[in-house]
């Protein structure tokens, strides 16, 4: 048997097994795809190159819908070739971000638990072929997806044809970790019955109407590693911030030294921070959260964490090596679901999730903005950060103070684009310290901010907007001609500080 | 046996029956207060004016916690005697709205669901009083509410003390209508095991330490008939662009004849769209809401709503008394819930409503704003808008295209308060049309608004902004230093429209 053909162990379907550029032949203009990979982590690889080969030499539009941000440099191949119409719901690849904020095609932000239900609606255009990433496909015809499950089992579920790319690269160890569930239509629907973040409710892989399986190319490539950067001075010190905020949770009686199901943002901020728990006297702790970074397994290393729940597993290239050198010490303490189970309001409520992403910038009423640079320009995209924020117990989000060595303050008088409203914004972390907004109204939440977020180079600037706002009135006084000056003056002047700042 | 003792049922209870007056002794300075009402419907009365007039003679100030709005000039009546530290999570006082607005008092606005959620975990000041309006106390002790539930059964499990004010005023007939269930604290609960609109899965009152009542007051008087404001024109056209969207949803196999559950918001807009169903040709309706207006019940006669779930019953004078009457008549096909299990994100999410709520205002990309006029002036607050629109099937926002006869326009370059992000409104409605926004990128959302729900006075206007934003690229192209210029305009020239508009 040819190097390959072991992984499918239905051997019918070894008859479909063809080559990425045949397979990537099939695709029309116009087709719509939906593609494995969600944060770098199992996606779908050799068909997409083969795809963007063919856009070289014959006209060739698409719509790409993916679980998260793909690797392998897939969206910047996308975006170079010019084969998107329309992509959608996140990407984080700085190629395609240029293009898409120039306009060359249309990026849908949405958040990453709606784009399945969108499809069960029939409210997006329907999928021509699911390309889904696996490690293998069993007697019965289950895939085993690699390392994310991201939206690949409603693409399949959903989609007219389906592709699969098994991956030789990825370890077959990952078998037994998912755990798939296939969610009947809104109002057709029960409870879904997780309870606890290690709760499995469905088979350890995606079912297939075994007619819909149109080819089954071979690959041999790893994920493109997560690019972590290290804790620095200031994350540690929002770190500290954050387990502060939590020790005295702890001592209000409001939460027990194992805290509650964490979910972490994605991102070198959010890992460093979550990093920050190794030196914290919290315990057996669970993560409930979209992504497993490299922290989560640290965590879990020094016993910190015992569980873990994702739908994505994205590491560093070192961290990688580890992990799936030993997968079966980690394997019983994980669990892989669909990223509307990890990101679904009806469990991130139940279960009580503490929350942590990351915020470009937030304003003095604690309205954040996660997607958008001054306002216009798309960054990532919102991800699973309002999934969480809105239903989770405490909303949580982080970010630097300042950036670009102070031209840019993190706290602004007004945030030039909303994701997460002062509704849900429960703190908000720099390395200057925490500011704890629940129950608090407008007036008292400014204080907070200004107080305890703010970088001292532009305390005394945003006192002087919020006093000259308080003078106006109002539940949340703002001075709307000047709401946005800080943004404008970085436009015009390369810095949000005024000329000369009162302190000097 | 005096009048009024026949409803308390439990012998025992009856030596704690006292005067308001009395009640409202036992509360001190600094206290915080739960008081039954939502939407101006069973609210508790007698106390809450016997506090006001304690207040006349004694410095007194109090949190004020409720399910929503109150009725009989509660709000107005606090407001005015300054016996406001802190209100939450709702108002819709034009006397509290102003004092408010001037920092007499805090107000935080909050999503509906969410004030349960943070008695429960401790996060906010603990209740000293619960003070709730019923009915009667059955056998076994349990409060049977009146016409809203909203927060009181949780105000009563987590208050130092309860205090029962018994309306005879209130039909008795409501008894058996309510559906009442305890929520274990996040992470320690199960599945809401709802799964349609009729589902029961509780007690029929509120279950109370009986140590914890310490007085209980008769009242006789109605609740405040809502103020609802016939269809006109606009709103009947309004409710014919719903209609036609989703007449098209049915066409596309989307949707069925009987939609899927309706929810529909507070105020006279969003009863007249709904009463404007009453025209079409869907049927077998259903609806699950936070508040039951007028226009159900016309539904309900007419044989088009066939079941309606709520956590209050707030109707016209006229209304009232033709409801009441009848009660038998639609005491089956009604059940009433706590404001979290009307607002649960859970059932929300897994039934798939349809959620139709008023925006005050909506922007150029589908960004909403329900509550500050101007930005800064609080109307009422979310109440449950974004409870629904972030977890409902269909996200839909209402609003005439221009107020104060076209000095306003309702659709503007950037909303200075956002309440729902752009990643949660799917459909605008406006007399003018409807903009479906499901599935398309910012630069296509706006080609839809204009086109479909600006009012022609403002259409080029809208355009020229966009045009001139449109050159500075991006994903979600402003001109930031024009973006808030309607609104400085008309703080400045009292109207939206730049002098000479270009069409003259």
Not at 201 to 220: H, L, Q, S, W
Not at 271 to 299: P, R
Not at 312 to 325: C, P, R
């Amino acid at each position: 048997m040819e190097k390959g053909y072991e992984r499918i162990h239905q051997p019918e379907l070894r008859n479909h097994v063809v080559s990425a550029e045949e397979a990537a032949s099939w695709i029309q203009d116009g087709m719509t795809l939906g593609l494995s990979g969600f944060t770098r982590a199992g996606d779908a690889k050799a068909i997409p190159f083969a795809l963007v080969d063919r856009a070289k030499t014959e006209p060739l539009k698409v719509n790409v819908y993916t679980g998260a941000s793909l690797g392998s440099d897939v969206d910047k191949l996308f975006a170079e070739a010019g084969i998107l119409n329309k992509r959608l719901p996140f990407q984080a690849d700085a190629t395609m971000r240029k293009k898409l904020n120039d306009g060359e095609f249309y990026f849908v932000d949405q958040h990453l638990s709606h784009t399945s239900e969108m499809l069960r609606q029939g409210t997006l255009d329907k999928i021509d072929y699911a390309i889904v990433e696996a490690i293998s496909i069993t007697e019965d015809g289950l895939i085993i997806p690699s390392t994310s499950i991201g939206n690949s089992a409603v693409f399949v579920e959903y989609a007219e044809n389906v592709l699969i790319e098994l991956n030789m690269a990825q370890p077959t160890s990952l078998e037994g970790v998912h755990d798939l569930f296939s969610l009947e239509k809104q109002g057709e629907r029960g409870p879904i019955n997780i309870t606890q973040p290690e709760d499995r409710i469905g088979e350890k892989g995606i079912r297939v109407d075994p007619a819909k399986i149109k080819g089954i190319v071979f690959t041999n490539q790893a994920d493109s590693p997560s690019p972590i950067v290290p804790p620095d001075e200031e994350t540690k010190q929002m770190a500290d911030h954050l387990i502060r905020f939590l020790e005295n949770e702890v001592e209000a009686g409001r939460l027990t030294k194992n805290l509650a199901p964490i979910q972490s943002g994605i991102g070198s901020i959010a890992n460093a921070v979550l990093h920050g728990l190794l030196d914290s006297d919290f315990e057996d702790l669970k993560v409930y959260s979209e992504v497993l970074q490299d922290a989560v397994f640290d965590l879990m290393d020094a016993g910190k964490v015992n569980f873990a729940s994702a739908c994505s597993i994205t590491l560093s290239e070192e961290k990688m090596k580890k992990v799936f050198a030993n997968f079966e010490e980690y394997k019983n303490r994980l669990v892989m679901r669909a990223q509307e189970i990890s990101n679904q309001p009806e469990l991130i409520r139940r279960m009580g999730l503490i929350s942590i992403n990351t915020a470009l910038e937030f304003d003095i009423y604690g309205n954040v903005n996660s997607t958008h640079v001054s306002g216009m320009k798309m960054m990532n995209g919102i991800g699973g950060s309002g999934d969480f924020a809105r239903n989770a117990r405490l909303g949580i989000f982080v970010t630097k103070s300042i950036a670009k060595n102070g031209d840019i303050s993190s706290v602004v008088p007004f945030v030039p684009h909303v994701d997460h409203t002062e509704h849900d914004v429960d703190v908000l972390v720099t390395e200057q310290g925490y500011a704890d907004l629940r129950g608090l109204a407008p007036r008292e939440r400014v204080e907070k901010i200004i107080d305890n977020c703010v970088h001292p180079m532009y305390k005394e600037q945003l006192r002087e907007y919020y006093e000259e706002a308080k003078m106006r009135g109002g539940q949340t006084p703002h001075v709307l001609e000047k709401a946005f000056s800080w943004h404008t003056r970085f436009a015009e002047e390369g810095t949000m500080l005024e000329k000369k700042p009162s302190y000097v």
